[in-house]
């Protein structure tokens, strides 16, 4: 299991691997929402935590298409599933390796690009606590919606509609925490709701992504 | 016939446990029957030689028995976790070296080192070299070397040999001589002679008739 962490985080810091990519645009798009809002940094900080969420959950999506297609096109994929690894193994840690190379760079970088927006003072250690126990679902949601259409060509696209719709929740709960924390608000309900998100779809998707891919890989 | 060695009759009972036994096995792709009514017998130590004209269900076959897709009806009994199976695409990283290409398969695989594999097939002097600037000969021995490294009694390949010079076919029989010595076993779909000796499976005989799989099943492939 570490060998396969270990040679997907290669993957993703070697040419062509991606890493940085989802960086990139979320820097891109929290630069670009103040020039088309307006300088107005009164409303700019009262959407910053939703407009970081959703840029933050837009970068993830960027990544997901090459999860598991790149490992189904080499033959990767067959070797794997005759290997003595669980296949539900395998799709929890390359989960895992998603998350590490996008969800925690996001994570980490999340309070640098607050200040483009104007984020109120309290909103930080909120926008980084709710990005932590959110990017996680994003990762296992996001590899069950590219185990699903592993075996399409550019299914790239149909990746993101099937996934989108499946983020709501995460996206809802997040927001929310990051917007309380940002107004000083009470933070622990929407947090909860969050991490139960995470940690449900943690527990149950990997079985999920298994099945489907087992199926496609026929 | 003359590969009786390979063909005991499925109801023998005396079953070893290290063969791998295929029983009236019926297989389909893409919801069609492609063939039915097969069985062998592969013991340790030996090689069966598939063939068959293209599109008579060998790679379908191969990838029923390494546990991709199920079969229609019929067993396949020694089969679980003892594969390694080798198909078209070798599994190879371009950005990686060879090196951690194989390391990474030997540790996923749990087998022991990977230099008696680079030596194998002469991929000691390229052992540095990222996998993508390999010839294709040299990815497929390459993607052959990963067999070694799985420490698995069975090899199941579907066509090995594709870009392979004549120097890289003569490795190759090395290595599956060296791997029956061991006790291992191999089943090859192959149109070339690899000079072993070994059985001859010919599929076409089990050709099956392109009626469409039984009527619940297909059913249920549609939504599978």
Not at chain 1, 74 to 103: F, M, R
Not at chain 1, 152 to 162: A, C, F, I, P, T
Not at chain 2, 66 to 91: E, F, K, M, N, W
Not at chain 2, 183 to 203: F, K, Q, R
């Amino acid at each position: 299991m570490i060998a396969l962490l270990l040679r997907d985080l290669r993957l993703a810091v070697r040419a062509g691997g991606g890493f940085g990519l989802g960086l990139a645009f979320f820097l891109i798009v929290t630069v670009l929402v103040p020039f088309a809002v307006g300088p107005q940094s009164a409303l700019l900080s009262s959407i910053a935590p939703g407009v970081l969420w959703l840029g933050a959950l837009l970068a993830c999506l960027l990544s997901l298409d090459r999860l598991l297609a790149l490992d189904w096109e080499d033959g990767s994929l067959d070797l794997l599933a005759t290997a003595p690894l669980p296949l539900e193994a395998a799709v929890t840690i390359k989960a895992l390796a998603h998350w590490i190379t996008t969800g925690l760079p996001l994570v980490l970088v999340a309070p640098v690009l607050g200040v483009l927006l104007n984020l109120p003072g309290p909103g930080y250690l909120w926008l980084v606590v709710s990005l932590a126990a959110g990017t996680p679902a994003l990762s296992v949601i996001g590899t069950f919606g590219a185990a699903l259409t592993v075996g399409l060509k550019r299914g790239g696209l149909l990746l993101s509609l099937l996934v989108l719709p499946l983020y709501v929740p995460t996206l809802i709960f997040g927001a929310e925490v990051a917007r309380r924390g940002a107004l000083g608000m009470e933070t622990l309900t929407p947090l909860l709701m969050l991490a139960g998100i995470s940690a449900g779809a943690l527990a149950l998707l990997p079985f999920a992504s298994a099945a489907v891919l087992r199926v496609n890989l026929r | 016939m003359a590969e009786c060695a390979f063909f005991r009759a499925a109801q023998s009972g005396m079953r070893v446990v290290m063969d791998l036994t295929v029983s009236d096995l019926t297989i389909a792709r893409g919801g069609v029957p492609v063939l039915a009514g097969l069985s062998f017998v592969l013991e340790p130590g030996h090689a069966l030689i598939l063939r068959g004209p293209n599109g008579i269900g060998k790679t379908t076959l191969l990838r029923t028995i390494a546990g991709l897709q199920p079969p229609v009806s019929g067993q396949i009994t020694g089969a679980q976790d003892r594969i390694a199976y080798a198909a078209h695409a070798d599994g190879i990283k371009p950005t990686l070296s060879v090196v951690e290409n194989l390391r990474f398969w030997a540790r996923v695989f749990g087998a022991g080192g990977i230099q008696p594999a680079l030596e194998a097939f002469d991929l000691t002097t390229l052992s540095e070299r990222a996998a993508g600037s390999l010839s294709a000969g040299q990815k497929r021995r390459l993607g052959l070397a990963r067999l070694l490294v799985t420490g698995r009694p069975i090899w199941v390949l579907d066509e090995p040999t594709v870009s392979l010079d004549t120097r890289a076919v003569a490795m190759f029989a090395d290595a599956v001589r060296a791997h029956l010595a061991w006790g291992g076993s191999a089943l090859i779909a192959t149109h070339i002679d690899l000079g072993l000796e070994a059985g001859v499976l010919d599929v076409t005989p089990f050709k099956a008739s392109l009626a469409p799989a039984a009527g619940a099943n297909a059913f249920d492939e549609a939504f599978l």
